[in-house]
């Protein structure tokens, strides 16, 4: 691992000229140690390079898509390779995006200096993930729901998701837009551990990179969406301790939120439940009509529930299932084990805070009480409950920021 890391290190030593942008990329490996990798990635604005950049890119995007190529589809290499290219999924226009929010959140423990505004729906597992961070440490944030039919209130920028977080008086444009839950974190938290890092410039060490998905789709990814840049300073955390909340992290993307549609959306009358939930907690009567509503909780749970059915084969779950979400409960409660209240120790991590907030999306569904009769998912449960509802994160004692 160690030695592909390396090799791996030293291809993106190379300054790759990606389009008409510089991907620099100086230190991966810092003291030899691999589980203090903190990638230096700076994004220099430049002129195109004439004379060699179709070759040097071809070069990276070849090393690229032969690592993911090979492991992903095999002997079907030459057909499926897929150029990778850095993306530019930024705002339409310079202009900051103006929205009422729905929602202020006012926290008096926040000194952070940051003015946050976070696009999402109200219980996409994605965006409770980043509420449940920025309640965990007491930041203020405005909250603007986007109407998920007309997303008007994504009109604005190139990335087609939410949560969205815009970052006001900072950057070239007098603010700055970070695209997904795990960025958004990473880069918060980043900024949690050394607050003289300009904002803007932490956002840079997260550079997306498009490639072509199933019928031409565009695929977004962060490489490095796990990783919180420690920079120079005293790490708290030994290296795998960090591991292993990389590790939980990614299945809270890749596993944990693929059990929760099948599971809510699991019979009509359990689709209809959760929408009627969702339009409460979503304050759906501020984002659509009366009428708009209506059809959108009927036709909603219809169409859910015939999704949950497809990911349940898409994903590969059990016939009931409720057995999988038990499962992948179980998983992490053992996981977390006896020893300790939180993955984190004696606080919540990044990984109990991912958890938390991706279950919180369903807590109000039928599903969520299933799980709770028949795990031992409650007690982690609540304690990160009482957590991140006290803003825990922000009490002296816990408290990066100072
Ligand atoms: N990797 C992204 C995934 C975000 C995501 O898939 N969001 C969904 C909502 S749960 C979305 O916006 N889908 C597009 C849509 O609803 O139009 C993240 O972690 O933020």
């Not at 410039?201 to 490639?211: D, G, M, N, T």
């Not at 990783?227 to 292993?244: H, L």
């Not at 799980?371 to 509802?389: E, G, H, L, P, Y």
Request: charged fraction near 25%; aromatic fraction near 12%.
């Amino acid at each position: 691992m160690a030695a592909s890391m390396k090799k791996v290190a030293k291809i993106i030593n190379l300054n790759i000229p990606i389009k008409n942008w510089t991907f620099q990329q100086s230190h991966l490996l810092q003291n030899g140690r691999l589980n203090h990798f903190i990638p230096r990635v700076r994004l220099i604005h430049s002129k195109p390079i004439r004379q060699f950049p179709r070759r040097l890119l071809y070069a990276s995007t070849v090393t690229a898509a032969v690592g993911c190529g090979l492991a992903a589809y095999g002997g079907n290499l030459w057909r499926r390779l897929q150029p990778v290219v850095l993306a530019d999924i930024g705002p339409e226009k310079p202009q900051k995006p103006q929205f009422e929010p729905i929602r202020r959140i006012k926290s008096e423990t926040d000194n952070s200096g940051l003015k946050l505004t976070l696009y999402q729906y109200q219980t996409c597992p994605f965006c409770c993930k980043v509420r449940a961070f920025l309640d965990y440490h007491g930041f203020s944030y405005d909250v603007v729901e986007v109407n998920s039919v007309w997303r008007t209130q994504l009109k604005w920028t190139k990335y087609p998701k939410v949560p969205v977080l815009v970052v006001d008086n900072v950057g070239e444009n007098g603010f700055t837009q970070v695209n997904d839950s795990s960025v958004i974190i990473s880069c918060l938290e980043t900024f949690l551990e050394d607050p003289s890092i300009p904002f803007d410039r932490i956002v840079s060490f997260y550079p997306p990179l498009e490639s072509e998905g199933k019928g031409k789709k565009k695929v977004f990814e962060y490489p490095n969406k796990y990783f919180v840049m420690y920079g120079d300073k005293k790490i708290k955390t030994t290296p795998d301790q960090r591991k292993e909340e990389r590790r939980w992290r990614l299945w809270v993307d890749e596993d944990l939120v693929h059990m929760l549609s099948p599971n809510i959306y699991r019979t009509p009358s359990e689709a209809l439940a959760a929408f009627r939930y969702f339009s409460k907690v979503g304050e759906w009567e501020k984002v659509f009509s009366a009428t708009e509503r209506t059809v959108v909780i009927y036709v909603g749970a219809l169409a859910m529930f015939l999704v949950g059915k497809m990911l349940k084969n898409k994903y590969k779950l059990k016939d009931d299932v409720r057995e999988s979400l038990y499962d992948d409960l179980n998983d992490w409660v053992k996981a977390v084990g006896s020893k300790r209240k939180f993955m984190g120790g004696d606080q919540p991590n990044l990984a109990d805070l991912n958890v938390y907030g991706a279950l919180s999306a369903i807590e109000g569904c039928e599903a969520f009480e299933d799980a709770k009769k028949n795990t031992k998912i409650d007690k982690w449960f609540s304690r990160m409950k009482t957590q991140v509802q006290s803003h825990a994160g922000a009490h002296p004692e816990n408290k990066k920021l100072s």
